[in-house]
């Protein structure tokens, strides 16, 4: 499937264009970053629960059922980024309690 475009133009690594059976997904995409890093924040949001990887380590998680934002404030990961190719992974659910509803959002900033 060719990803889709989503809000303001970005690219989605998974969307489906319609409301969902699966409970489930695991979302994985490279990307490269050319310079050093000095700054780089996550921010978003998902419905219902996930864990959020930058390189093979938990950056993120959350399992109370509920949609939200990604903590108070985007999330610093300047740390979890190196020069070259990096890997965001996400392992998401949604809480059919609530209706088959499900949604992931995440914008990263690095410079």
């Known amino acids: 499937m060719t990803p889709a475009p989503c809000f303001n133009g970005a690219d989605c690594i998974w969307y489906d264009g319609q409301r969902s059976a699966t409970q489930s997904v695991w979302l994985r995409k490279t990307f490269t970053i050319s310079d050093t890093v ?4 996550l921010d978003g949001g998902v419905d219902d ?3 959020i990887y930058l390189n093979g380590t938990l950056v993120y998680g959350v399992h109370d059922g509920f949609a939200g934002n990604f903590g108070p404030a985007p999330l610093d990961v ?9 890997l965001i992974a996400v392992a998401a659910e949604d809480n059919f309690a609530f209706g088959h509803n499900h949604l992931f959002v995440a914008q990263l900033q690095v410079e």
Do not use: R
Request: glycine share 6%; net charge negative; charged share 10%.
């Open 38 to 41: 000095l700054t780089a924040f």
């Open 49 to 51: 629960d996930a864990d």
């Open 78 to 86: 300047a740390a979890f980024l190196v020069q070259g190719v990096n």
